[in-house]
């Protein structure tokens, strides 16, 4: 089955500066891959997804992330932190049988 | 639109207890999945269902079990409740072939369930 691990379980950036969230995947087949958003006591909101097509996808509130096969990873940034960018991240990795895996999250703090 | 919906929100058992998990989606898809969130360990994939008929275990399926009623209603019963399955609970379906999109996941608001 295939599986996600996202480097860091904490990210910390100040207002303004670059955001970088790592994700690696593993999986036996081309992969599609997603991250997720979800804001304290909220529910989970798709960012983007890659599917097969462009290898750097464009996501909503300025994400964007870009797929590595020959490094099997799936990056999200963003140029400039806003607070309202404070929450936790999720990588996700679907292969063609429709199992959806998740990774174990990142929190990003963004500090005024 | 209601999208996927899950009940009840919150429910606190004893442990041995029984209960299930109930969740519907009025978007017509045909995969469903039930996922646990626990502090550092993101979401884990209990069981899904690809299609109505069928359904298939994920990570952490002991202590589970599911049934996919329709196409709408995909439901997750616990036999014997252990403080080990407290936890938040995530229902989702998945849009790939209809308009929502491929490998989307619309997910349910989530139901906490503490086991004493």
């Known amino acids: 089955a295939q599986s996600v691990t996202q480097l860091d379980s904490h990210v910390s950036v100040s207002e303004g500066t670059p955001v970088l969230l790592r994700c690696n995947y593993s999986s036996s087949y081309s992969p599609s891959l997603f991250w997720y958003v979800q804001h304290p006591n909220k529910g989970l909101q798709l960012l983007l997804k890659y599917t097969s097509a462009a290898t750097l996808v464009k996501g909503i509130n300025g994400f964007e992330a870009e797929f590595k096969k020959s490094e099997t990873s799936f990056h999200l940034t963003k140029p400039s932190a806003h607070m309202s960018d404070a929450a936790e991240y999720f990588c996700?990795?679907?292969?063609?049988?429709?199992?959806?895996?998740f990774g174990a999250g990142t929190r990003l703090t963004v500090k005024p | 639109n209601a999208g996927v919906t899950q009940t009840p929100k919150f429910q606190v058992l004893k442990t041995g207890q029984s209960m299930t998990l109930q969740c519907a989606q009025d978007m017509n898809h045909n995969s469903m999945y039930w996922y646990r969130q626990d502090p550092g360990m993101g979401l884990r994939l209990i069981y899904y269902s690809a299609s109505e008929g069928t359904t298939d275990k994920g990570e952490v399926p002991n202590g589970y079990n599911v049934s996919r009623l329709n196409k709408r209603e995909f439901s997750l019963r616990l036999e014997s409740a252990a403080p080990s399955q407290t936890s938040v609970y995530f229902c989702a379906s998945n849009g790939r072939g209809t308009k929502t999109g491929a490998n989307v996941l619309t997910f349910g608001a989530g139901s906490r369930l503490t086991v004493l």
């Open positions: 996700v990795v679907s292969d063609r049988t429709n199992d959806m895996r």
